[in-house]
C-alpha cells in the first residue's frame, strides 16, 4: 500500500503534470496505456482530487481520492505512460475510465471468468485485472504486463 | 462454475484416482462435530449445490435457500423462489425478474423525484441493475412486510447509466449471477449507508422511461438487510453446516436460523466473538503477517489468501487457485476489533485441480479444500469453507446479546 511520506512527495511531477495537461487540454482519453496526461482527464471526470503524487524511482504513483470515499491509484513509468491502476474502498471506481481502452476487454473477458460475486481475475497477454472485495469494502488493480517496468514488484501494485 | 471449468473437468476426467483414499473419500474437516440441526419457525433450510443452472452453469461452494415473495399485502399473490444465494457479505435481497411471475407484479418503489427508484448493485464481478420494488417476503417462519427489494435485470429498466455500467460486466441473467437471486444477510443494515446523504455513482437511481439521475435514498427506501425487517428474530442469523469430507460432496445441507438469543434454538453459548470494523473486516495473521482487510463470507466460494510456499494450479482458469502436491493444514489467527483472537485455528488446502477434475466428484458442489490467491496483499478471505462444520453467528450492527454486541462474527 502507498503510504507517502512528505519527503516522498513530489510537487514538481505533479506540477509537469498539469502542465502537461494545460498543454494538451484535447487529451480526453483515459488513464490505463495512456500519457500521465490522462491522470488529470481522470481526476476531471471523476469529480476527484490528488490526494498525493510520489516518485518511487522507477515509476510514479498519483493517488486520486474519490468522493466516494474509494482510492484509486494510477502508476506512471518513466516512458510516461499509465501501466497500471489500484483501487481499495467503500465504492467501485469507474473502470471504463480508470481502464480507458482495455475496458472492453475487459467486460468481455469477465463473463468468460464468473466463479463467485467477490472474487475476478483475468488473464490476457495484454491485460491483467485482479479484484476482490463485498459491499463496503472493495480492492482491485489492473495492469499492463508488457508495460511493467524493469524489476517492478507486483506487490508494489496496491 | 463457468462452462470453461467444466470443459476442463471433462477434459482432466482421464486423470484417474489411484485409490478411494487418493480421492479424498474420507478425512474430518475443521472444528469440533457440530451439534444437531436446530428447528423451529425461525429457521430455514439451506444448501449447497450446483445452483438453479446444474447443467450448464454449476457452482461451486454456493450456499442457497428459498424465499417467498408476495404482492404487497396480498397473502395469495405468492411465489416461492429457489436457488437464493445466502451471502453474510452483503446486504438486501435481490430477484433475478426473470425468475418472477409476471402476475407477481411487484410495484416499483419511487426516488425523492417521484420517479422510479433503480439501482446498481456493485459486486466485485460487475453490476447488477434493476429497480426497487416493494414485497411482502416469507423465509421460513418469518415474515418482512412490504418491504424494499431488487429485481435484477427487469425489461422495463435497461438503459444502464454510465457510471454505473462503467464498474463491470452486468450480472442480470441467472447464468452471470449463478443464483435466482441472493439474500444478503452481514453484520450491518444498509447496503449503502453514504447514499443517505451523498449520491455516490454507481449505485441509486431515479430514472424516468429515457433517463436516469444519480440520487440520495433514506434507510427506509434502500435495499436493507432483510433480517432487520422481521418482526422478530431480528438481531441477526446462525448459519450451521455439517462436515464436509476432504474430497468434496455432491450437496451439503445445513441450517440458517435467525435471531440470535431470541429462542432457545439460537441462545449463544459459549464462543469465540469477532467483532467486525465498519467495513465488515477482521483482521487475520497468516504466515507471520497482519492481513488488514479480512473477512469471514458465506458468499465466497473460496479460501483467499496469498502464500508463497503454496504451488498455483497450471490448468487454464484455475490458475488463481493453489495445487499443492499433498493436502495441507496451515493455522491462521483471527482476531476481532475487540481485541478477541481464535486459539489453534487452521484450516486445509487441497490441489484444486485434483478436486475439479476427478471423475467421481463431477457432480460434487461443495469443496472444503478449494484455496486460492488474493489480489489485495492485505486480507484473507475465508469463504464458505469455514462454514462447513461450523455454527457461524452474525450479529448485526447494535444487536445486543448475551455474546457482546454486534457487529460481530461468532462461532
Redesign the interface.
Known amino acids: 500500500?502507498l503510504i507517502p511520506r512528505s519527503d516522498d512527495l513530489k510537487l514538481g511531477a505533479l506540477c509537469s503534470l498539469i502542465f502537461i495537461a494545460a498543454l494538451n487540454p484535447g487529451i480526453a482519453r483515459a488513464a490505463l496505456g495512456e500519457p500521465e496526461a490522462s491522470v488529470q482527464t481522470d481526476v476531471a471526470r471523476l469529480q476527484a482530487s490528488i490526494k498525493a503524487s510520489a516518485d518511487r524511482g522507477s515509476f510514479r504513483v498519483h493517488e486520486i481520492q474519490l468522493?466516494?470515499?474509494t482510492l484509486l491509484r494510477e502508476f506512471v513509468s518513466l516512458d510516461g505512460n499509465v501501466f497500471a491502476v489500484a483501487w481499495?474502498g467503500?465504492?467501485?471506481?469507474?473502470?471504463?475510465?480508470a481502464l480507458g481502452r482495455y475496458?472492453d476487454n475487459?467486460?468481455a473477458a469477465?463473463?468468460?471468468?464468473?466463479?463467485?460475486?467477490?472474487?475476478?481475475?483475468i488473464?490476457q497477454p495484454d491485460l491483467v485485472v485482479?479484484?476482490?472485495?463485498?459491499?463496503?469494502?472493495?480492492?482491485?488493480?489492473a495492469y499492463l504486463p508488457t508495460a511493467l517496468p524493469s524489476g517492478f514488484n507486483l506487490?508494489d501494485l496496491? | 462454475?463457468?462452462a470453461?471449468m467444466r470443459a476442463l473437468r471433462a477434459g482432466l476426467g482421464l486423470i484417474l484416482c489411484l485409490s478411494a483414499l487418493s480421492c479424498g473419500g474420507g478425512g474430518a474437516n475443521l472444528g469440533p462435530p457440530a451439534p444437531p440441526s436446530p428447528t423451529g419457525n425461525n429457521v430455514v433450510s439451506v444448501i449447497v449445490d450446483a445452483g438453479p443452472l446444474p447443467t450448464t452453469n454449476a457452482?461451486v461452494?454456493?450456499l442457497y435457500t428459498s424465499v417467498t415473495v408476495c404482492f404487497p399485502g396480498n397473502a395469495t399473490n405468492c411465489q416461492t423462489i429457489d436457488h437464493i444465494?445466502v451471502?453474510t457479505?452483503?446486504?438486501g435481497l435481490r430477484i433475478l425478474a426473470p425468475v418472477m411471475n409476471a402476475t407477481l407484479n411487484l410495484p416499483v418503489q419511487l426516488a425523492s423525484s417521484g420517479n422510479s427508484l433503480v439501482q446498481c448493485t456493485?459486486?466485485?464481478?460487475?453490476?447488477s441493475w434493476g429497480p426497487v420494488v416493494a414485497a411482502d417476503v416469507k423465509i421460513g417462519g418469518e415474515t418482512a412486510s412490504s418491504v424494499p427489494i431488487q429485481a435484477i435485470g427487469d425489461p422495463r429498466f435497461t438503459t444502464v447509466p454510465?457510471?454505473c455500467?462503467?464498474?463491470?460486466?452486468a450480472?442480470d441473467t441467472v447464468a452471470?449471477f449463478?443464483a435466482n437471486g441472493?439474500l444478503?444477510v452481514?453484520p450491518?443494515a444498509l447496503?449503502c449507508p453514504?447514499c443517505e446523504t451523498?449520491v455516490?455513482?454507481?449505485?441509486y437511481y431515479s430514472c424516468t422511461s429515457t433517463t436516469c439521475t444519480g440520487t440520495t435514498v433514506p434507510a427506509a427506501s434502500q435495499v436493507a438487510n432483510l433480517v432487520t425487517k422481521f418482526a422478530k428474530d431480528n438481531n441477526g442469523t446462525i448459519i450451521q453446516l455439517p462436515s464436509v469430507a476432504n474430497a468434496g460432496a455432491t450437496t451439503v445441507t445445513g441450517t440458517l436460523t435467525f435471531g440470535i438469543d431470541t429462542q432457545t434454538n439460537n441462545a449463544s453459548g459459549t464462543q469465540t466473538v469477532l467483532t467486525v470494523d465498519?467495513?465488515?473486516?477482521l483482521i487475520m495473521m497468516f504466515n507471520g503477517a497482519t492481513l488488514s482487510?479480512s473477512?469471514i463470507?458465506s458468499?465466497?466460494?473460496?479460501i483467499?489468501v496469498n502464500d508463497s510456499a503454496l504451488v498455483a494450479c497450471t490448468a487454464m482458469?484455475l490458475?488463481?487457485f493453489y495445487c499443492p502436491a499433498n493436502t495441507l493444514t496451515l493455522p491462521v489467527t483471527i482476531q476481532g476489533q475487540n481485541g478477541v483472537m481464535t486459539n489453534n485455528l487452521t484450516f486445509l488446502v487441497g490441489n484444486a485441480q485434483t478436486m475439479l477434475s476427478n471423475p467421481a466428484a463431477a457432480n460434487f458442489s461443495a469443496f472444503p479444500l478449494l484455496a486460492?490467491?488474493?489480489?489485495?496483499?492485505?486480507?484473507f478471505?475465508f469463504?464458505l469453507a469455514f462454514f462447513y462444520s461450523r455454527r457461524v453467528a452474525t450479529a448485526i450492527e447494535g444487536a445486543v446479546t448475551s455474546a457482546g454486541t454486534g457487529p460481530y462474527v461468532a462461532f
Do not use: C, W
Not at chain 1, 469477465?110 to 481475475?121: G, S, Y
Open positions: 500500500m468522493p466516494s470515499g481499495n467503500p465504492y467501485m471506481p469507474n473502470l471504463r475510465q475496458f475487459y467486460v469477465a463473463k468468460l471468468n464468473h466463479q463467485d460475486h467477490k472474487h475476478l481475475q488473464n485482479q479484484a476482490r472485495g463485498h459491499m463496503r469494502a472493495f480492492s482491485g488493480r506487490g496496491q | 462454475m463457468p470453461s457452482t461452494n454456493t444465494e451471502d457479505g452483503s446486504y456493485q459486486f466485485v464481478i460487475g453490476y454510465a457510471d455500467s462503467g464498474t463491470g460486466t450480472q452471470s449463478g441472493i444478503g452481514g450491518f447496503d453514504t451523498q455516490i455513482p454507481g449505485t465498519g467495513n465488515a473486516e482487510q473477512f463470507d458468499g465466497s466460494n473460496g483467499y482458469n490458475t488463481e486460492g490467491t488474493n489480489p489485495n496483499a492485505q486480507s478471505d469463504g
